[in-house]
């Protein structure tokens, strides 16, 4: 499985655009980036998952180059309840089966 | 949009005793997940389930765990023996069909072995 890696904090001022970028430089050809949002002591949130170049929907934006050994997800005008972690997966698949494997995430801040 | 719900949402055992957590998964969905989470830690893959079969374990997956679907539609985690670090949130997760579907997590149950 690709490891991942990103900051272990950020912070940012609401209504800022903020970028999360993570690495995984040994992404294989069949896997797919993942990112998930979590609050304290609930379950991880799907956020966005894509292959490469750009893709939007209506929280957040990912983009992937075109090597794909990064990401950045990027959340627009965030709020004081965008405070949460932040993981970013390689999502590894095989037959029909998916594994994922969270790292330590991003925990972001908003401050008013 | 539908849920992945778990029961109960907070357990406190005794240690040594058996537990069984529960989860119902999303309608149609066929792949099945338990992962855990100690208390400042990252999430942990447990284990993998489809067609009624364990496709995938993790280390943390010993004999003193297991799963089912008892009737078809619940996903249970069982721990036989309980021990003080089994403390820790459970989420279950599942998935539609295709490999590329994502994962849908459940709320948690936080257990806490006394």
């Known amino acids: 499985l690709a490891k991942t890696t990103q900051p272990i904090s950020m912070d940012s001022y609401e209504g800022q655009e903020v970028n999360i970028t993570c690495s995984h430089n040994?992404?294989?050809?069949?896997?797919?980036i993942t990112w998930y949002q979590q609050f304290p002591s609930q379950g991880p949130r799907f956020i966005i998952q894509g292959y490469k170049t750009k893709v939007t929907n209506e929280v957040a934006s990912l983009f992937i180059p075109a090597d794909r050994k990064s990401s950045t997800l990027s959340l627009p005008r965030v709020s004081l309840s965008d405070t949460a972690v932040y993981y970013c997966?390689?999502?590894?698949?095989?037959?029909?089966?998916?594994?994922?494997?969270f790292g330590t995430g991003t925990k972001l801040q908003v401050i008013p | 949009e539908p849920e992945v719900t778990q029961t109960p949402s907070h357990q406190v055992t005794q240690m040594g005793q058996e537990v069984i957590l529960r989860c119902v998964p999303i309608?149609?969905?066929?792949?099945f997940y338990w992962y855990r989470q100690i208390l400042g830690q990252k999430v942990e893959f447990l284990v993998s389930?489809?067609?009624?079969?364990?496709?995938?374990k993790s280390e943390i997956f010993d004999d003193q765990f297991s799963v089912e679907r008892p009737d078809g539609s619940n996903f249970t985690l069982k721990i036989r023996s309980t021990k003080l670090e089994d403390s820790a949130m459970y989420f279950c997760?599942?998935?539609?069909?295709?490999?590329?579907?994502?994962?849908?997590f459940g709320p948690g149950t936080r257990l806490t072995v006394l």
């Open positions: 309608s149609n969905h066929l792949y």
């Open positions: 997760a599942n998935r539609l069909r295709l490999a590329t579907d994502t994962q849908y």
């Open positions: 997966l390689v999502a590894t698949y095989s037959g029909g089966y998916q594994k994922v494997t």
């Open positions: 389930f489809y067609n009624n079969e364990i496709s995938e």
């Open positions: 040994n992404i294989a050809t069949n896997d797919y």
